[in-house]
């Protein structure tokens, strides 16, 4: 049985006032900051999906292998009759190894921000798989206090893949991995991808790329900014700047202005300096000390870890702790 998309209106920052407010008091600090969950629209959504196919990024593709050769193990660790929850879901693309590994699911439950690109995900995952029963949450995953009910009984395994966890800093990652284990409960687990430190050049690399995808999926939220809140950004007079900060351990990436300028948003004016920057997100890298760290201090254990030969990339079964 497949129920419709379930809306958690408290959670729901595709909504345009959160959006709004988000905005507003993120390009009136110094230095200006905007959270990178906003460049999730289905347009930034699709950009990232194109982003995940370039040379440059070897994280998908590596992960996927990963999971793709793991699969069975993953599937043996989560036991039949368990229910599998992604935690920004996009297109589901690596679920479904898991998927196919796991005939036996309870349901898959996908939760993403962005409600059009969930629509079209969940249509297809219910086309493909006809037996599977999906229970799709549009929601931030990041203040979310609750799932469906209908789940209820069955063991409940995480899964976040994609070095999403490398989009928070070390508090904020700390405290999704906490809210993850009340989510998931005593005996749940948590599969995790994480990129691992790296050559540096590398690193820039995959977040500069030649043909300019990673340009235009940061500046895809100056071009939201002007469709959702009437905003009069020139894509033009800003450019995408990305570069790897080894005593942090981590991607940094921002929008530059390239002029002194004003900009309109939601009828407030805000004045931007040749050269300032705004801050859209950031990418942490770990290794094997970092990682057992970070689970720790967020309620897991790291149990068994998967990597690649070069050592890129890892997928991590983590448990909850007692």
Request: aromatic share 8%.
């Amino acid at each position: 049985m497949n129920l419709p998309i379930q809306q958690l209106d408290a959670a729901d920052v595709a909504d345009r006032e959160q959006f709004r407010n988000a905005v507003l008091a993120g390009l009136g600090t110094r230095p200006k900051a905007i959270p990178a969950r906003f460049l999730y629209d289905a347009r930034g959504s699709a950009l990232f999906d194109a982003i995940c196919e370039l040379p440059e990024y070897y994280l998908t593709r590596t992960e996927t292998a990963i999971l793709a050769a793991n699969a069975a193990e993953i599937s043996r660790n989560a036991g039949p009759h368990c229910t599998l929850i992604e935690f920004g879901s996009g297109s589901s693309v690596k679920s479904r190894l898991l998927l196919d590994a796991m005939p036996t699911l309870n349901a898959y439950v996908p939760i993403d921000i962005s409600r059009e690109h969930l629509d079209g995900t969940v249509a297809r995952l219910r086309s493909d798989y006809p037996a599977l029963r999906v229970e799709a949450v549009c929601a931030d995953y990041m203040t979310l206090e609750h799932l469906p009910d209908t789940i209820n009984g069955a063991r409940r395994i995480g899964f976040f893949p994609g070095s999403t966890i490398g989009n928070l800093t070390p508090e904020e990652a700390t405290s999704f991995l906490r809210r993850v284990r009340r989510l998931l409960g005593d005996g749940g687990a948590l599969i995790l991808g994480v990129d691992l430190k790296k050559d540096s050049r590398r690193l820039h690399d995959a977040y500069n790329d030649a043909a300019g995808i990673t340009a235009q999926f940061t500046l895809n939220l100056l071009r939201r900014m002007n469709r959702e809140l009437d905003g009069s950004f020139d894509l033009a007079a800003f450019a995408h700047e990305a570069f790897y900060n080894p005593s942090e351990s981590r991607i940094e990436i921002y929008l530059r202005s390239l002029l002194n300028q004003t900009v309109s948003v939601s009828g407030r004016r805000l004045a931007f300096e040749k050269g300032e920057l705004v801050h859209t997100e950031y990418s942490y890298k770990y290794d094997s000390a970092s990682l057992a760290a970070l689970a720790a201090r967020g309620g897991f254990a790291v149990d068994r870890t998967w990597t690649d030969a070069e050592g890129l990339f890892a997928v991590a079964w983590l448990k909850a702790s007692a």
